[in-house]
């Protein structure tokens, strides 16, 4: 069980990951609406933590998302960053939503998890759920998100495995069903806060 006093019926979703990778897509399907400014550009989008909320299965959910706090370029303003978005989840526990790409696991997010717990504190790997996003690269690929943990590189697996396998797939296209992915989503998130 998660630590903070909380009435069982909020949560906070904190989006963490690269530049790209499609934290604010994910926070889009999530809310199921267009909240947060996504775009599919190499370039930071999102400069600073912003939330929205919505309602899933009668819990409140609170959705933060963030710039690329893993970003070297950004050194000088990810205390301030972090510091932001531990003041927006104060309320209701939190649980960390590490998005990357299923097609590409790059230099960088090999100490993600290192670098999640520096700003964050040791615990936060309890609190983390890996969002994988391009789900069609798989599809397209033809291969199964099963198939894609199995298979994927040695550093990747550790993170995953470091997360006791809490990992979803979502494909944050207009035109995929985001219901499905959400509600796994939540059936993985309901099961850490029990």
Do not use: W
Request: hydrophobic letters at 35%; aromatic letters at 4%.
């Amino acid at each position: 069980m998660m630590e903070g006093n909380h009435s069982g019926t909020e949560v906070n979703l904190v989006l963490l990951g690269m530049t790209g990778t499609g934290k604010s897509a994910s926070g889009n399907t999530i809310l199921g609406k267009k909240e947060f400014i996504s775009r599919v550009r190499s370039n930071l989008v999102t400069t600073e933590c912003q939330e929205a909320e919505t309602v899933i299965n009668g819990r409140h959910v609170r959705v933060i998302d963030t710039p690329d706090i893993f970003d070297d370029e950004m050194k000088s303003s990810i205390k301030e960053h972090v510091g932001n978005c531990k003041d927006l989840s104060q309320s209701g526990p939190c649980v960390y939503l590490l998005v990357m790409h299923v097609s590409r696991f790059t230099d960088g997010e090999r100490d993600t998890l290192e670098m999640l717990e520096t700003a964050f504190g040791s615990k936060v790997r309890e609190q983390t759920v890996i969002l994988f996003t391009r789900g069609k690269d798989l599809e397209q690929g033809e291969m199964s998100f099963k198939s894609f943990l199995d298979q994927c590189q040695p550093d990747l697996k550790t993170i995953v495995e470091k997360c006791r396998g809490r990992c979803v797939v979502f494909e944050n296209h207009a035109s995929a069903s985001g219901s499905d992915q959400v509600e796994k989503l939540m059936q993985i998130v309901d099961g850490m806060l029990k």
